[in-house]
């Protein structure tokens, strides 16, 4: 029952993504080119509304109906990762035309390019996880100042 | 290419806007998709973070599901436009006028565009979803400079890639 209803979240998701013109190649082009903010209005209201909407929930703390336990909102640390990882994903933003979720709904709309994004999206992070459970496991026979993200996230949070 | 209708910027955010308070509230989870990749991954690898990352999140396995969802909401938008729905390789106007012609160069400017997302969603703890929305929602200020490295990623390969080729 509750995976339906995180499927039916992500293709009401993917349905608002297409609406929006983020599963449209030109927008991007014309974003990082200067010459049309459609996909930055997105963003920018989009972030907006839920400023508004997490000011009530830390305000009035309600429940979620799935889960019947107060909302938990976790803001993600700052990481060593941070700079360089943002900035090899607008690398690759700006070359695919696409993100890791509009990638996914383009293909639902028959833009193929987007399994290509979506083969590379799987190989980068599949890299990430083999090097990170490397570290993990050399750090932990002999322990070093190296601190990976999810080691430092889990300190900090 | 499927012509699909898209709705002014305003209401196209608030309109996503209004999903990520949906989806917080009936579910308690915050927007983010990169992290289903992992899920993904975890389908088949063995790596000790992937394995974490599953036991982490739980055996409801929810960001698997939710990205299934994704290209299901493509389809819908889609068949919903007035165009026909045309399957196709075609990157659109101006990216299709950079990019080689042919098929297998094309691909593997896509293949590197989303390992480099990939690996880079994952350095810096998210993506547009997850930092971009769900971080700047919640005035983070991490994700407020995640969001500007991810620009600023884009207006430079973008402007780079324009300015040699096209």
Sequence with gaps: ?157 | MTEVIVWNGWIGGLGIGLYVLFQLVVTGKMLGVSSGYCSLCGCFSRATFFIEQKQKEGPLNWRLWFIFGLPLGGLLAAWSSPGDWVAGFSLGKLYDSVFPDALWAKSMVLVVGGLLMGLGARMAGGCTSGHAISGMAMLNPPSIVAAAGFFAGGVFIVQLLFRMVG
């Design chain 1, 1 to 157: 029952m509750k995976r339906i209803v995180f499927l039916m979240m992500g293709i009401i998701f993917g349905f608002l993504l297409s609406r929006a013109g983020a599963t449209t190649y030109d927008y991007y082009a014309r974003l990082f080119l200067f010459q049309d903010f459609q996909l930055m209005f997105i963003i920018g209201t989009a972030a907006a509304v839920g400023m508004v909407g997490v000011r009530c929930i830390r305000k009035y703390r309600p429940s979620s109906l799935l889960e019947r336990s107060p909302i938990v909102l976790e803001p993600k640390p700052f990481t060593k990762g941070l700079i360089p990882g943002s900035l090899m994903f607008g690398i690759g933003w700006g070359l695919a035309g696409a993100c890791p979720g509009t990638a996914l709904v383009m293909l639902g709309e028959g833009k193929l390019g987007a399994l290509f994004t979506i083969i590379g999206l799987v190989m980068g992070t599949y890299i990430y996880g083999i090097l990170l459970s490397r570290k993990a496991r050399a750090s932990r026979a002999e322990p070093s100042e190296q601190m990976t993200p999810e080691i430092e996230a889990k300190k900090a949070g």
